[in-house]
């Protein structure tokens, strides 16, 4: 019997490694900068600006960042990706030891684009690497321990640290996550990267390249757009999802916490049976079942009375969302090229991420569109009983258009 990844496989193991450090920094950041807003302001639209500004980035730089990946050396590009992330988290971090005044969230704003544009680079080149770090008949098995290690850090540890290092002080959780990010870029440092062929191709036809190869592949484009819909949806739910907690549910940020640490138990779930659950019911019958868990769980929370029944239907979407990655993932990163797979997977995620911050806006404008005329608590309901809708439209168009060949 071979010994486990992790075990026989040095480089996959700092890359593993660095991913966990870097995912429990990110969840703890992920409930304090929410966190860190609300204290500026209750302003629903400023508060989605903050989301909406993290994710910008996917939208404007997602397609330059493939060529340069393509054209780097991704370990040193990813270690020195967490350094710069760890820089700006330190401006954030002194912003939290000021006056919270409410006019301060727009330069938490900006430095949330900044932190967003660097992950942008980091996140695409550690997902483009791994081909280079493991066997083709490992990805399965790397992406599920990659996914479930992210969710167990990043949202199953994170966020209820994040909720005691907030009671320690607000800027408490950004001195960790700096911490996190420069220790983070010191493993990937000691990676022996094995030679890849990089393009040597000017910008401009590099990108062209990318994008040529990305509208010939119907079923990789038609993924990536179902992609974006759906990851459209999730942010104008998350966005509101801290305001629905604190306002309607009465959750204090301990609690909150926890509700995310349900929610991430549900992705660690998924990714480990992600493996099991293709071979039973193939690749698209796995991703039927995702968008039909997320419909049903997005209603939930729509719905929701108590924190339990929030963390239960988050459970069960973020359990799908995670056998959704593991599925498709391992599929790009076998079909894409390896002297293409920067650029392809970049322009992938420019259609499946660049949603996300019109998802942001989206979210903060339904409720303050609707309050008005629906009282606080169901304008704050309103985006997630919206999502459930839209996503039984995307499981309509993915039997009729969805296929990986």
């Not at 301060?104 to 684009?113: M, N, P, Q, R």
């Not at 179902?226 to 966005?239: D, R």
């Not at 999502?387 to 439209?393: P, Q, R």
């Amino acid at each position: 019997m071979a010994a486990p990844l992790l075990i026989r496989n040095r480089n996959y193991r700092l890359l593993f490694a660095a991913g966990a450090l870097t995912n429990l920094g990110d969840g703890v950041v992920a409930l304090a900068l929410p966190w860190l807003a609300t204290l500026m302001t209750r302003d629903p639209l400023a508060i989605a600006a903050v989301a909406a500004a993290s994710r910008l980035p996917w939208l404007i730089f997602a397609l330059p960042a493939g060529v340069i990946i393509d054209r780097a050396d991704r370990r040193r590009l990813i270690a020195r990706a967490d350094l710069l992330r760890a820089a700006i988290v330190c401006g954030i971090l002194m912003l939290a030891l000021g006056d919270p005044a409410p006019q301060a969230v727009w330069l938490l704003a900006a430095l949330a684009f900044l932190l967003g544009s660097a992950e942008v680079l980091r996140d695409n080149a550690a997902q483009t690497i791994l081909p280079d770090l493991v066997a083709r008949a490992d990805l399965e098995t790397a992406n599920g321990q990659l996914w479930s290690a992210e969710q167990l850090t990043g949202q199953f540890i994170g966020p209820p640290l994040a909720g005691v290092l907030i009671g320690a002080g607000i800027a408490v959780p950004f001195g960790l996550d700096v911490a996190a990010l420069v220790l983070a870029a010191g493993l990937v440092w000691l990676i022996t990267l094995p030679g890849h062929i990089r393009s040597t191709a000017r910008f401009w036809p590099a990108l062209v390249e990318g994008i040529a190869f990305m509208r010939a592949d119907r079923p990789l484009l038609r993924l990536a757009v179902v992609l974006g819909l759906s990851n459209f949806m999730a942010v104008a739910t998350i966005t509101i999802q801290v305001l629905l907690a604190q306002e309607v549910l009465a959750l204090t940020a301990a609690a909150y916490g926890v509700v995310l640490s349900v929610a991430a138990a549900g992705a660690i779930t998924g990714s480990l049976l992600a493996p099991h659950l293709a071979r039973r019911l193939g690749g698209m019958g796995c991703l039927y079942l995702s968008i039909a868990t997320w419909s049903a769980g997005y209603a939930l929370v729509g719905l929701s009375g108590t924190g339990t029944t929030m963390a239960l239907a988050l459970f069960a979407v973020m359990a799908a969302a995670m056998v959704w990655n593991v599925i498709t993932v391992s599929w790009r990163q076998r079909r894409i090229p390896p002297m293409l797979l920067g650029r392809v997977n970049s322009i992938y995620r420019f259609f499946g991420w660049g949603s996300m911050p019109l998802g942001a806006l989206a979210g903060g404008a339904i409720v303050a569109l609707a309050e008005p005329g629906l009282g606080r608590e169901m304008a704050l309901r309103a985006p997630f009983l919206m999502a459930s809708a839209g996503c039984a439209l995307l499981l309509v168009y993915a039997l009729l258009r969805l296929r990986l060949e």
